[in-house]
């Protein structure tokens, strides 16, 4: 199983960036996948992830209206489109699935069955 991650950027305060996670090895229609983001000198950060369903949980509070989870059946991808972006969002973006079911693992554990993750995606944003 490999993911790669990718569209990740510069871009100022206010601008817009899309993320992707393209897949191969696995199906993810079938699963659930998540985003997730490190900043420089922080932990990992759940961010948000989306069902076999697609129904999507968002993680983190700070993103609610401005990131959208998505996901391309046809084209094995998930996306994060990252919308009015700040500088607190500058970090390190990492998808992630596995092969644990098909309903997003809860809040309080949302690291649950990630056991396939790519490589990151680096998006700075600058004020």
């Known amino acids: 199983v490999q993911l790669q991650a990718s569209g990740g950027g510069l871009v100022q305060a206010g601008g817009s960036l899309r993320l992707s996670c393209a897949a191969s090895?696995?199906?993810?229609?079938?699963?659930?996948t998540a985003w997730f983001r490190q900043a420089p000198g922080k932990g990992r950060e759940a961010v948000a992830c989306?069902?076999?369903?697609?129904?999507?949980?968002i993680y983190t509070d700070s993103i609610k209206g401005r990131f959208t989870i998505s996901r391309d059946n046809a084209k094995n991808t998930v996306y994060l489109q990252m919308n009015s972006l700040k500088p607190e969002d500058a970090a390190v973006y990492f998808c992630?699935?596995?092969?644990?079911?098909?309903?997003?693992?809860?809040?309080?554990?949302?690291?649950?069955?990630?056991?396939?993750w790519g490589k990151g995606t680096l998006v700075t944003v600058s004020s």
């Open positions: 992630a699935t596995g092969e644990y079911g098909s309903s997003c693992p809860d809040p309080r554990n949302p690291n649950y069955g990630m056991d396939y």
């Open positions: 090895g696995i199906t993810l229609r079938y699963y659930y």
């Open positions: 989306i069902a076999s369903s697609q129904a999507s949980t």
